[in-house]
RNA sequence: GCGCCCGUAGCUCAGUUGGAUAGAGUGUUGGGUUCCGAUCCCAAAGGUCAGAGGUUCGAAUCCUCUCGGGCGCGCCA
């Protein structure tokens, strides 16, 4: 309808062009506005053309939209069309109009709101890429709806979305995370040690590694406490360096152990938790296409092509013996080293290896969803690839803020220093899978959201996922009812009578609905979920008043099948919406 | 100290990318209703859009500064 009306504006400005009503000289723009009003006494639709061209055509704003809304062609779906305001041009719609939508929805069903403005170009979207050195928290929790709702968005406006996880199974944390495997492991041979290192991994779940280890390698890996901590630096609360002693223990281990049994512990505590997290995230109905490897790339030498890639740009220097990469040049802050002075490469060496071979892979389009706190690493990804030549623009980082607990008006979350921070699996055992999804999502990603885990929680109107599951599960209960009684749906019948659907409340609920297709599309270009769930209390609401002011099973069959038409087509948006943030749409409650 | 994000009704948040009288939910107050399924409907009150300048026909939205909050500023990942 909002094409349509765009389309007609378009043709009488061209034709008042050609009739020499307007200059000829001067440019039309290429999109012509259209906007839904915020206010029913404007309209359905208003554009502001005359406003925005009244300067370059030096005419009155007003006097100029007079002038295009005389020349519209005339439409059957506009019933009045008038200038207000500054120069607005207000369209006031048939209701036959509207009627239309219903039989839209019927007849594309699933596919209502879909379309193909994404003209099937590829877009990758990396999302929560946790360390596997633990089980998901809660702030994963929202980068992991947030990137999910993004990605099926972007595949219901036509874009072809690619989910990876970037997995950072190399790296100084993962032998943090298996030196902790294994002294725990040493505890489950009998061994004692004074205190834990300040600097490991403490939680629950490196005992579950340890067992699960000894299970496989019984007492093979075992050597005696006072030979692990033979000569070691103190840990920081005898004194010490934490970071020193951390670092000489896991020396220590991969002596011990030999290469290749420390490989052993170190994959063991890597696989345990990356299936937990898969597991996690499958349970929390999101899906990757790929999990990506960061060793691979080092193993695949594409960690030393990045670095000669850039290296052959130019923009690489050698200081203090360390290999530094001049991201300055291009913005950042200050220079990043790529190649530390002991010779092992940074993170970021392999970050940019990782950007450069999504660059290669041909996607059009890269979303990165980060943690917010990773917000000062986006100018030096950004820098490398402009100084191999990529194109950083096809690059979008989106910073996902975190997420505050609240539980019975109290903060809710603990330290995450502890290890006892709140995990994504007792949040969605907590308040349910589709209330999680839901509540992540109903906020925009750059705002701090807090998370009210009783109103998730509660099976009331206040609660906006009940409010929205129940209006379509009353749909389905309004169906079961009509059966009860005997009776049945006519679509048929329904479609040739939808003329009586004059009530207000009809009116406003079609309006509603023929919304749904421009708030995807709006919420998938925007990458903006949080969109898309407004628009689906919206919808419940109007539904939920429709219910309460007209009864729809009503004797005169014409009326009743025209009224089931109409709430069988709020069911499929409703159920459409849903699919698309992850959350399911129940038939009974 | 520097950089990024944020600041909208008592509370939680929208605000269609610069448009018309700034909205919704919740909470408060008053009235009505109890009928397919957990109630719902109507009304009132509630705002210096953090503050001050600027840009223009027009600013919550864009620019500058100030105040307040969050995050970041490793040869960690």
């Not at 001067?26 to 506005?33: F, G, N, R, V, W």
């Not at 006494?41 to 005419?59: D, I, P, Q």
């Not at 299936?275 to 899906?287: A, C, M, Q, T, Y």
């Not at 030096?380 to 980082?397: E, F, I, T, Y």
Request: with cysteine; aromatic share 8%; net charge negative.
């Amino acid at each position: 309808m909002k094409h349509h009306l765009e389309h007609l504006l378009s043709s009488a400005l061209i034709g008042l062009q050609q009739g020499g009503g307007l200059a000829a000289d001067i440019e039309l723009p290429s999109h012509i506005p259209v906007e839904r009003t915020r206010d029913r006494s404007h309209g359905e639709f208003a554009s502001n053309v005359a406003l925005t061209l009244a300067k370059t055509v030096r005419r009155k704003p007003r006097e100029l939209a007079e002038h295009i809304a005389a020349a519209l062609p005339a439409s059957d779906k506009i019933a009045k069309v008038e200038v207000a305001g500054p120069g607005f041009i207000n369209f006031y719609m048939t209701p036959a109009a509207f009627q239309g939508v219903i039989t839209d929805i019927m007849a594309q069903g699933p596919h209502y709101g879909r379309s193909t403005v994404g003209g099937g170009r590829l877009v990758q979207v990396e999302f929560v890429s946790a360390n596997p050195t633990g089980p998901l928290h809660v702030g994963h929790g929202r980068g992991a709806a947030y990137g999910a709702a993004v990605a099926d968005l972007l595949e219901a406006v036509g874009y072809k979305a690619h989910r990876e996880y970037y997995v950072n199974d190399a790296g100084r944390q993962m032998d943090i995370l298996a030196t902790s495997v294994w002294l725990r492991y040493l505890e489950l041979c009998d061994e004692a040690f004074a205190f834990f290192p300040s600097n490991g991994y403490k939680g629950e779940y490196v005992r579950d590694i340890a067992a699960d280890l000894r299970g496989q390698h019984g007492n093979a890996l075992h050597h005696p406490i006072a030979q692990v901590m033979q000569d070691l630096p103190p840990d920081e609360p005898a004194g010490g360096d934490k970071e020193a002693h951390i670092d000489a223990l896991i020396a220590r281990a991969k002596q011990l152990l030999g290469a290749a049994a420390y490989r052993q512990v170190f994959d063991l505590g890597l696989n345990d938790i990356l299936e937990d997290i898969r597991e996690d995230l499958r349970e929390f109905g999101v899906i990757y296409e790929e999990w990506f490897s960061e060793r691979s790339l080092f193993e695949s030498g594409a960690v030393d092509r990045a670095v000669a890639r850039l290296q052959a740009s130019g923009h690489l220097y050698e200081k203090d013996g360390a290999l530094w990469f001049r991201s300055t040049d291009y913005g950042d802050e200050k220079d990043r080293v790529i190649v530390r002075e002991n010779g092992q490469k940074t993170y970021f060496a392999a970050d940019i290896a990782y950007h450069m071979d999504k660059m290669e892979r041909g996607f059009d389009r890269v979303i990165d969803v980060w943690g917010a706190d990773h917000h000062g690493y986006v100018p030096r990804v950004k820098a490398a690839l402009a100084a191999v030549g990529d194109d950083p623009s096809r690059l979008d980082v989106l910073l996902v803020q975190f997420a505050t607990l609240y539980r019975g008006g109290e903060k809710a979350q603990m330290s995450t220093r502890s290890g006892e921070f709140v995990t994504l699996r007792e949040l969605r055992h907590e308040v349910g899978d589709d209330a999680a999804r839901f509540f992540y999502v109903l906020r925009k990603c750059e705002q701090h959201m807090d998370f009210d885990l009783d109103l998730a929680k509660s099976q009331s109107s206040d609660n906006p996922v009940y409010y929205i599951q129940y209006a379509h599960a009353r749909v389905c209960s309004v169906m079961r009812q009509l059966q009860e009684k005997g009776l049945h749906w006519d679509e048929a019948r329904g479609r040739a009578n939808l003329h009586l659907l004059t009530e207000t409340h009809e009116q406003a609920l079609m309006l509603g609905l023929s919304r749904y297709p421009e708030i995807v599309e709006m919420a998938a270009l925007n990458h903006e979920p949080h969109q898309l769930a407004h628009f689906l209390r919206d919808l419940a609401n109007d539904f939920h008043t429709y219910y309460n002011a007209h009864i729809f099973i009503v004797d005169d069959s014409l009326l009743r099948d025209a009224r089931l038409n109409l709430i069988i087509a709020t069911r499929h948006v409703l159920r459409n919406g849903l699919t698309l943030l992850g959350v399911s749409a129940p038939e009974a409650m």
